[in-house]
């Protein structure tokens, strides 16, 4: 009995070597009850052992012991574990990568791509989540992959230790190169002029930057696609938003070639059937003063399990521009506890997709990250729950936004 309530019961009897050396009987003595804890309430309870002396016999009661059940991780607790759990010691997480476009027979590798996308996506709620002491390690790794000329390598410094079994010794890029900057910036600032100066001899002619800052003779660990050295939109926004800082007039020109070029299919080379990360980034673009626009059907994606990603990061945004209703807030409440299910079953299963390899190359790739579906899950989670408070969202008027009266 739980708390004088009968839960479970046995006749079913096993030997007891002791038991039997000890009271000289061959009789089976041992027994095992198990109860589901997850029918009773967090806090105190009562266990009491009741034995029948014979079968239909009054039961007598033989034991008491009282315990405590402590209430179930938070969702929010949940995630946190998680990318504790899978944050690597040196201070990065992993990448899992498919030939295709479902998230089974993975593989995985080390890149500084998704660590600097990580610092980003959590920063603005760090403090809340409590993880400040993840993302400061995550930068201390990131901070470390800055080679002497100030350029970054999609797998790290051609010198790490992973090299060989996470990563290849590549050819240093654009879009590390500014992500790193950005997030995880080295103290030695005399690094950052020799980038900017390799950035801008990678500048083509229309005002676009291409990835690889390297002439194609030199490649390292390369599988080109038809374009060996593209101009992709994605990279765009990582070389415009380090430029925001760094050189204002080179960025507002960036932002303008972006603007012409948003709907030419060149362009889309890393992010075609991935669009996620993109559509984050349009926000963050507009705060740092361009305004893009892209066409809508690159906006949505085909891939299976992929659209609760894209509305997930759609609901992030209008809650963070302050356009959300309170119908939106109860939306995005529904979807994260649809992530949340099951201890995030969905999450694990399928997982955002957030880029792939040039397809135009010899062998295609696909990237995902569980650890990137936990950081959108609790950015949502505390913006949604933040600005819900904040605005004094009213569930009797869904489409009026919240804070109106």
Request: net charge negative; charged share 20%.
């Amino acid at each position: 009995m739980v708390d004088g309530q009968g839960i479970a019961g046995t006749n079913a009897f096993f030997d007891r070597p002791d038991v039997s050396q000890a009271l000289g009987s061959t009789n089976a003595a041992g027994w095992r009850i198990s109860f589901p804890a997850s029918k009773l309430a967090p806090g105190d309870h009562m266990v009491s052992i009741l034995v029948h002396p014979w079968q239909g016999g009054e039961p007598r009661l033989i034991m008491e012991r009282k315990f405590t059940l402590a209430p179930p991780p938070t969702s929010e607790q949940r995630a946190v574990q998680a990318l504790a759990e899978r944050q690597q010691a040196p201070g990065y997480w992993l990448t899992d990568f498919t030939s295709g476009t479902a998230f089974e027979q993975t593989r995985q590798e080390l890149n500084t791509y998704l660590n600097a996308v990580m610092v980003d996506v959590l920063s603005p709620v760090a403090n809340e989540a409590g993880v400040p002491d993840m993302l400061m390690r995550a930068r201390r790794y990131l901070t470390d992959q800055i080679e002497p000329g100030g350029l970054v390598r999609y797998h790290g410094r051609p010198d790490a230790p992973t090299i060989g079994t996470l990563g290849c010794a590549i050819t240093p890029d654009a879009d590390d190169t500014a992500l790193v900057w950005r997030v995880a910036p080295s103290t030695d600032r005399t690094l950052l002029a020799p980038a900017l100066a390799t950035l801008a001899q990678y500048r083509r002619a229309d005002g676009l930057y291409r990835t690889w800052l390297a002439p194609t003779e030199r490649y390292q660990c390369l599988d080109p696609g038809r374009d060996p050295n593209p101009a992709d939109l994605g990279i765009q926004m990582h070389v415009f938003m380090l430029l925001a800082k760094e050189d204002p007039p080179a960025a507002k020109a960036l932002c303008e070639a972006m603007t012409r070029k948003a709907a030419d299919g060149d362009v889309w080379v890393y992010y075609a059937d991935a669009p996620p990360l993109l559509i984050l980034r349009l926000a963050e673009l507009r705060k740092a003063g361009c305004p893009l626009q892209l066409p809508s059907s690159r906006l949505r994606t085909t891939v299976p399990g992929q659209q609760i990603w894209i509305r997930a990061i759609q609901l992030l945004q209008l809650t963070e521009d302050g356009a959300a209703t309170a119908d939106t807030h109860h939306e995005a409440t529904e979807l994260l506890d649809k992530i949340a299910a099951d201890d995030f079953s969905l999450l694990r299963s399928t997982p955002p997709l957030f880029y792939h390899n040039d397809l135009t190359a010899s062998v295609r790739r696909f990237y995902w990250s569980q650890e990137l579906g936990y950081a959108l899950w609790l950015r949502l989670d505390f913006e949604n729950r933040s600005r819900q408070t904040k605005a004094g969202c009213r569930s009797d008027s869904l489409q009026q936004r919240c804070g109106e009266k």
